[in-house]
């Protein structure tokens, strides 16, 4: 018994050493220091790449502090480019550079570690239709738990079970509310999963107008940010996943396909 | 058995067998007393004295200043005792040398006694406390029998110590009272039988007793109230507890003179103890040494049982009129006990008085507690006990501390109830009753049969009417949140002890144990948006199910004077089901698991000579799900150094195969249930326990350190995390992620215990040093403070008796629990536009709540019968004294960019009041 304490101790003091030791040559960024990076690779649109501090517990600023001077290396396997900051603390390229099935590396330099993220450029969806582009809203839906029927379904093509978010965005400047339900958000993303159908049903409409109804192929990590909570009480904090090293946040590629649909309700 | 008595000054003595004190009270009984008296009441009781041949003790200074004037015409001499103390206010006690004593104070015995023990050796004719030997020994090295019972119940007494008077032959009784002893040097020898909280007696051995099996009587002591509560030991020069490692035994009956809450309480007393976390208000479970509470098997009567809480933990399931005695083994316990990897409690239900029927109950201020006992016939008796809890005064305040109570700390205010957003808060409705019967049937000496059935349910009702705040004037609703939970445990066994002959000794005991956790959530109700009225029915559902059909038997075999062999056989089988559905057709979970265990064991209790105890045992377990058999070597052994002085030490190996996860809910409160190891996602669990320590004992003081090492392999983590449905999500369907995590720990630590054991102030002070640590893949690759990790903790417990007072006072002090906090947050914008915050946390359990601190008061007063019995007392408790704010944990919420922390905290000042009243 003895014997596995002294044994177990040393192992533990090795194991804090070769740790503490570790941290002098510069290759981890303590966990307060890890500047959070959110970049979103997606055909069509400019690369942009947002590189911002963490924020105390009691700062009320919605966004933490932007981490300037940085320089970004986006790569794709064969071809590095540099990103421009083109707003302090948001960095960019608008030249067409992304290509399904490739892999892309972002590197950057940050309090002398290297913060790096991979992502793969996911294909865009193929076949996606939805049985309505017209859709009136029956009245008395708008309670909170009513049993309510399928509004409209979405399908597409997903033979290998790849990742999808089906995202709603309401292109109204004042978009109108229908229901009572609170003040529910106008935007919302559905999380699909590996399916290839989404019904939706009447009550996830809180708003009436014009509705983007996107639907984007995406990788696992953007689903493992969707489903992460960070917990509430002290018995059940955990860490976010995050595919950044060295870091928070995500840097992940996806490709959209894009449904309009008009909402009515009378 | 009558002898004849000899007239000594003004006193009379009777040579006594054991049955003296009976012989008195016959004699009390039958007696008719047609005197008229007017004299001072010594004078009476001298009188009374020569002319019944009852001996009589007393001060007579005081008693002779009392007079009575009093005519008796025929009445029975126990009336008139009764009327002249009454008037008085006199208490009579009879010991069981049948003596009377008349006391002015209760706590006046003591001193009696050793007034009487000196005028007996002055006196020129000694009492014969014993019957002398019938003849010269005829019969000698044989071997004898026996059980040793409460003279007023006839309730078996497990845990007595029987001696020869002048050798060293002596041993303790098995849990079901009984006894062998080899090697009784003659057949006139004396048997010294002793037992906490009775009084000491002698038995003279003769060709009769010898013969079969013989049964030895004990009387309570008057006053059990310098009797040590809880202990390491029990009294006696030596007793098989200083065999024993790491146990701690209970009896229920003095646990009135501890502070309580709500009621006294089993499981919660053993907290008090080192090696015991005293510090978890929300939970009866024990966590023991470093252990988790599913890591601590808890049987009642032969059957386990899977739910040890009531109400949010604040009671525990067992309710104290219907125990006779509790064992809790902390670790490296007998090849005996098996299933769990870090301790065992074994609670042991009262049989039923024997000889007559008496009832009686306990009322608190949140629960009535009440309880029947009888004899059926000779051979057998019937025990019955119910609880429930009542919203008494207490009640919201408890429920309100364990459903939602929030001090606000850190910047920008805010209030508590992060996720409950709009809601209404109300306080739930909650109860809790359990429910216990056994029947004991002993159709002879050789065999005795019983029947315990117990069930034990919770009910909360967190129904609420839930109405959102509406921006729409077309739109009204009438809604009602139904969130009903039920959970609680079912369990009966039937018992057959028998004795096969003097060395052979058998419990079987086949049971079944069921735990239910239902909880059916959702909302009904309608809607009304412009005009069109809409009917609402949607929910969720939970169900848990685990049932236990198990045999055992367990066999003693007093196979030599240096040899005792333990063996048995156990076989069981565990059915499981959790589903949880949406809306009745949306099936999130549905596990259905079975298994059977099944396996034998077999234990030495090796004697080399009279210092030296070795036990070594194996237990060997096939489990059918994973198909493979598995090993558990034990072994413990003590060395008597000295008289006083014991070295001890144990170690072992221990599986278990089921395991309570928790599902987290981050709205609506985290539910627990069973499930079963398996060969994918959930490993049977192993651990190693190394034990050594030692303890020195005086007649007045026990010192017991001991230290652990204990290595947990395979431990699980397994959570169910669940995405939308909820009140505000209802229109998609939850998804449920299901995370296994396995990982390593382990657990050391020093307990010392310094108790002072009799006297009128007892107690004890228990220090634990301890560490506990895990490491889980999931967390990293380091080693973490397990949840349960505390440095150091402190218990002092006093208890002081005054006459009919006693008064305790305990203090807890311990380091902070464990926990993970925020560092900061981050803020991430989703490709949907909407900005999600998440929290950046330390190291998981890197921080440490404030210690822990409390005092808790109790003052109990004893109601005593003229006879000087105890029918009763009148608690009155105060609970963390000085309202010191005990934090349980931390709850983030974000409000306005900001992470605000509230804590959670524990009960403050509670005080209470308890009443006990029993008929005899």
């Not at chain 2, 001298?46 to 009589?56: N, P």
């Not at chain 2, 009204?476 to 066994?493: A, C, E, M, Q, W």
């Amino acid at each position: 018994m003895e014997i596995k304490i002294k044994h177990l101790f040393f192992c533990l003091l090795f194991g804090m050493l070769a740790f503490a030791s570790c941290q002098k040559n510069s290759a981890d960024i303590s966990i307060p220091n890890k500047p959070v990076v959110v970049g979103y690779l997606i055909p069509g649109q400019p690369i942009s790449v947002k590189v911002y501090q963490q924020k105390a517990l009691d700062d009320t600023a919605t966004y933490g502090a932007v981490i300037t001077g940085l320089s970004l290396k986006l790569s794709d396997g064969s071809q590095t480019v540099t990103l421009t900051e083109s707003a302090k603390g948001t960095y960019t390229y608008s030249d067409a550079f992304l290509t399904t099935g490739k892999t892309y590396t972002l590197q950057f330099t940050y309090q002398n570690a290297l913060v790096s993220a991979q992502t793969v450029l996911p294909a865009k969806p193929v076949n996606y239709t939805a049985t309505k582009t017209l859709i009136n809203l029956p009245t008395g839906t708008g309670s909170p738990n009513s049993v309510d029927s399928v509004a409209d379904t979405f399908r597409w093509n997903n033979p290998d079970s790849l990742y999808h978010v089906l995202v709603f965005k309401n292109d109204e400047t004042a978009p109108f509310q229908v229901s009572g339900r609170g003040t529910p958000l106008v935007n919302f993303t559905v999380n699909v999963n590996k399916t290839s159908e989404y019904q939706i049903y009447y009550r996830s409409f809180n708003y009436i107008g014009t509705y983007r109804a996107i639907l984007y192929g995406v990788n696992k990590e953007y689903i493992d940010l969707l489903n992460a909570q960070s917990g509430s009480s002290s018995q059940n904090l955990t860490n976010i996943p995050t595919n950044v090293n060295n870091g928070l946040g995500i840097f992940t590629a996806m490709q959209a396909d894009t449904i309009k649909l008009t909402l009515t309700q009378y | 058995m009558k002898r004849l008595s000899v007239p000594l000054l003004l006193f009379l003595t009777i040579a006594c067998t054991h049955a003296q004190a009976q012989q008195t009270q016959k004699i009390l009984k039958k007696s008719i007393v047609d005197h008229f008296f007017s004299c001072p009441l010594d004078e009476m009781l001298d009188t009374l004295s020569l002319q019944y041949k009852v001996r009589f003790i007393f001060e007579r200074e005081p008693i002779h200043g009392m007079d009575v004037v009093e005519h008796f015409f025929n009445e029975p001499l126990i009336d008139a005792l009764k009327l002249v103390c009454k008037q008085n206010d006199l208490q009579y006690w009879i010991e069981n040398d049948g003596t009377i004593y008349i006391l002015q104070q209760p706590d006046d015995l003591d001193r009696l006694k050793q007034l009487n023990a000196m005028n007996k050796s002055l006196s020129a004719v000694k009492p014969k406390m014993l019957e002398p030997p019938k003849g010269p020994p005829t019969r000698f090295m044989f071997s004898i029998s026996g059980r040793v019972v409460d003279q007023n119940t006839g309730e078996a007494l497990p845990g007595a110590i029987v001696s020869v008077r002048n050798s060293d032959v002596n041993t303790a009784t098995n849990t079901s009272g009984n006894f062998t002893l080899l090697n009784v040097p003659a057949d006139t020898c004396v048997l010294e039988v002793s037992y906490m909280g009775y009084q000491p007696d002698k038995f003279r051995l003769d060709d009769e007793k010898i013969k079969g099996s013989m049964v030895l009587p004990l009387f309570p002591s008057m006053n059990a109230l310098n009797e040590v509560v809880i202990t390491d030991k029990k009294h006696g020069v030596i007793n098989t507890d200083s065999k024993k490692v790491s146990v701690l035994q209970l009896t229920p009956a003095a646990l009135d003179k501890l502070p309580n809450i709500g009621e006294r309480d089993i499981l919660r007393s053993f907290q008090l103890m080192p090696g015991v976390s005293g510090t978890n208000e929300s939970s009866s479970g024990a966590y023991v040494r470093g252990g988790t509470p599913d890591q601590n098997l808890v049987t009642f009567d032969g059957f386990t049982v899977y739910q040890v809480d009531h109400l949010y933990g604040f009671y525990s399931a067992f309710n104290p009129n219907a125990v006779r005695d509790v064992e809790m083994y902390k670790g490296g316990f007998s090849s005996k006990y098996g299933g769990r990897l870090s301790a065992v409690t074994e609670i042991r239900g009262k049989d039923g008085n024997k000889n007559e029927t008496n009832f009686g109950g306990d009322l608190s201020l949140l629960s009535i507690n009440l309880y029947g006992e009888t004899p059926l016939n000779k051979n057998s008796s019937f025990l019955v006990a119910f609880r429930r809890s009542y919203q008494g005064p207490l009640y919201d305040k408890i429920f309100g501390q364990f459903n939602k109570s929030t001090t606000t700390t850190g910047p920008g205010g805010g209030g508590p109830g992060g996720g409950r957003g709009f809601m209404n808060q109300t306080t739930p409705s909650s109860y809790f009753y359990d429910f216990n019967a056994k029947y004991t049937y002993s159709p002879s000496d050789k065999n005795t049969f019983s029947w315990t059935y117990y069930s034990g349910t919770d009910h909360l009702d967190n129904s609420r009417d839930l109405n959102f705040p509406s921006f729409v004037s077309s739109y009204s609703s009438d809604l009602k949140v139904n969130d009903y939970t039920k959970s609680g445990n079912i369990g009966t066994s039937g018992k057959w002890v028998s004795t096969w002959g003097k060395k052979l000794f058998s419990n079987t005991v086949i049971s079944y144990s069921q735990f239910n956790s239902d909880r059916d959530r959702g909302t009904t109700g309608t809607v009304t948006d412009s005009g069109t009225t809409t009917n609402i029915n949607n929910g969720t559902y939970e169900y848990n199910r685990l049932k236990d059909l198990s045999l055992k038997s367990d066999w003693e075999w007093q196979a030599g004077s240096k040899y005792k062999v333990l063996f048995g056989g156990y076989g069981s089988y565990l059915d499981i089901k959790y589903r949880y559905t949406q809306n009745d057709t949306t099936s999130l979970i549905n596990q259905h698991n079975n298994g059977a265990i099944t396996g034998g064991y077999t234990e030495l209790q090796y004697d080399p000579n009279s210092d030296l105890h070795i036990q070594p045992g194996i237990r060997e377990t096939y489990y059918s799900p994973t198909g493979k058999i598995y090993t558990e070597p034990r072994l413990s052994a003590t060395y008597h150094f000295t008289d006083r002085f014991n070295l001890k030490m144990a170690t072992g190996r221990f599986y278990q195969f089921t395991n309570r996860v928790t599902r987290e809910d981050i709205l609506n409160g985290d539910r627990n249930f069973w499930v079963l190891a398996d060969k994918n996602n959930m490993p049977v669990s192993s651990a190693n326990h190394y034990i050594a320590g030692f303890n020195y004992e005086t007649k007045d003081f026990l010192i017991d350190i001991e230290g652990y090492y204990k290595q947990l392999n395979g431990l699980t983590e397994y959570s169910i995390r669940q995405q939308g449905g909820g009140p505000f999500n209802a229109s998609t369907t939850s998804t449920i992620t299901e995370n296994y995590y396995t990982g390593n720990g382990w657990a050391k630590g020093i307990e010392v215990l310094l108790q002072k054991k009799v006297g009128v102030y007892t107690g004890w002070i228990a220090y634990t040093l301890a560490q506990s640590k895990s490491k889980f893949a999931a967390y990293g690759n380091d080693y973490f403070p397990s949840d349960q990790d505390v440095r150091n903790e402190f218990k002092w417990i006093n208890m002081y008796h005054l006459q009919r007072w006693s008064f305790a006072a305990t203090w807890i002090f311990s380091t902070g629990h464990p926990y993970t906090a925020p560092l900061g947050s981050y803020t991430i914008n989703t490709v949907d536009g909407n900005k999600v915050t998440y929290l950046t946390i330390s190291d998981k359990n890197a921080e440490r709540l404030p210690a822990y601190h409390r005092l808790d008061l109790s003052a109990t007063y004893d109601l005593l019968k003229v006879d000087g019995r105890k029918i009763g007392s009148i608690g009155f408790s105060l609970f963390n004294a000085y309202n010191h704010i005990n934090t349980w944990y931390k709850e983030y919420t974000i409000q306005n960019n900001q992470v605000v922390t509230s804590n959670v905290n524990y009960l403050g000042l509670t005080p209470n009041i308890t009443l006990s009243l029993r008929w005899k």
